[in-house]
């Protein structure tokens, strides 16, 4: 079974930037949509951002002009530049990536972003 791996996340300043990755790897087929999504402490899962294989993207609108989403198809990786960080993006940020007609990946283990103000 394929399986996703996260990294990137780190401690920051408000108005600083990280990037975050994630890459699937083992038994996967044909990826078509990924995505970001974060927990902050005490709160829900939310999506934060999508992507297409025809990168055709969607943001959340607390992020809307601060977070881009990228991918790579050839290294089934998916990407999230994260620009003018604010103590709200704080949690924990999980991908995700939806397989053709096999539904989704597993959860990765996710990476911490902590923003200070």
């Known amino acids: 079974q394929g399986q996703l791996v996260e990294s990137g996340g780190g401690s920051v300043q408000a108005g600083g930037s990280l990037r975050l990755s994630c890459a699937a790897s083992g038994r996967i087929y044909s990826i078509n949509v990924m995505g970001w999504y974060r927990q902050a402490p005490g709160k829900q899962r939310e999506l934060v951002a999508t992507i297409t294989s025809g990168d055709i993207t969607n943001y959340a609108d607390s992020v809307k002009g601060r977070f881009t989403i990228s991918r790579d198809n050839a290294k089934n990786t998916v990407y999230l530049q994260m620009n003018s960080l604010k103590p709200e993006d704080t949690g924990i940020y999980y991908c995700?990536?939806?397989?053709?007609?096999?539904?989704?990946?597993?959860w990765g283990q996710g990476t911490q972003v902590t923003v200070s103000s």
């Open positions: 995700n990536a939806a397989q053709s007609g096999l539904g989704y990946l597993p």
